[in-house]
């Protein structure tokens, strides 16, 4: 028993492969992408977020969405689940297989329009024929919200305009959303007082955090979902990322910085976090850089440092 109430499991869902490899310039060979995605899995990962499948002109990196798909489908003990951004990915997605899909919209006009160029409630109005379809193809439609908690326009966002959002995903038949702090201007209190609000306003939503650290503050934020029994959060392996919409954004708190403090918190994860630490490795080799990571910096705590030979207490 926890003292402080945490969850004794959680589950990650690993999104390097879309939010990590979209804000790469150079291009990723789709081979280099499927490696990574089968190291990831080694690791006791068992939900990854592989690709986006976004026009190939918006997001060229990802333009080899199908490849990926078909490159890991023998890794039928992972889930995968991709992001679509209008109907046109969403029949790409369902054609080459994929079981679960995420929709996206901001909870701001101003970050909708220069992410998406239209405003919240077009979006909204856009996912209808996108949920007939999954609905279908039986596949799981889960729902986002960037900017969640502050928005790089318009600042601080009123928990009003995410209880209007979540009731709209709701009515949609959407049973599980995602809270996005794309541009980490959440802070631990607003995470948990938000939290708290909408899962008394939603009791039968699920909700998962992805919490990006460009202040950072992610893994406090995680910290304060926990509080409020929050049990589903995304991350990205060398903490790769950011949203090439956002001006300055980084990347996603580290997947080996998260499943480290799980670890430390005697938290399950199923995943290794020495293997996690290894496919780290190789994705800041391959990328020649990483995004921010506290493991591949200091390591983990349980790898102690040899005493000091000859140490003598001073006389005062
Ligand atoms: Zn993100």
Not at 34 to 63: M, Y
Not at 120 to 130: M, S, Y
Not at 250 to 263: C, I, K, P, S
């Amino acid at each position: 028993m926890s003292v402080v109430g945490l969850p004794e499991k959680v589950e990650i869902c690993e999104v390097a492969p879309r939010d990590g490899f979209q804000s790469e310039h150079e291009w990723i060979p789709t081979k280099e992408k499927i490696n990574i995605v089968r190291a990831l899995a080694e690791t006791g990962v068992r939900f990854i977020e592989l690709t986006s499948f976004v026009h190939p002109k918006a997001i060229p990196q990802l333009r080899d969405a199908e490849e990926v798909v078909k490159g890991t489908e023998d890794l039928t003990n992972v889930k995968f689940r991709a992001l679509v951004p209008n109907l046109k990915g969403a029949q790409r997605a369902i054609k080459a297989g994929i079981k679960i899909i995420k929709l996206m919209l901001s909870a701001t006009d101003s970050h909708s329009l220069s992410n998406a160029n239209c405003l919240v409630e077009e979006a909204l109005q856009g996912f209808k024929p996108i949920i007939e379809l999954a609905e279908k193809h039986r596949v799981v439609v889960g729902g986002s919200i960037s900017v969640a908690f502050g928005c790089p326009y318009e600042g601080n966002v009123p928990i009003e305009k995410l209880i209007g959002i979540v009731d709209r995903y709701k009515e949609m038949g959407v049973k599980e959303v995602s809270l996005a702090d794309t541009t980490g201007m959440a802070n631990p209190k607003q995470v948990y007082e938000y939290l708290g609000v909408l899962r008394n306003e939603f009791p039968d939503m699920a909700f998962s955090m992805h919490f990006h650290n460009t202040r950072g503050m992610a893994l406090a934020n995680v910290f304060a979902a926990l509080q409020q029994g929050v049990t589903k959060f995304d991350s990205s392996v060398a903490g790769i990322g950011g949203c090439p919409y956002a001006p300055g954004a980084t990347g996603n708190v580290a997947t080996e910085d998260l499943v480290h403090m799980m670890d430390e918190m005697g938290i399950d994860t199923g995943i290794d976090l020495d293997k996690m630490i290894g496919v780290a490795k190789s994705v800041k080799n391959l990328l020649g850089h990483d995004g921010g990571s506290y493991m591949l910096q200091a390591g983990p705590c349980s790898q102690l440092n040899p005493k000091p030979t000859g140490q003598v207490k001073l006389e005062r």
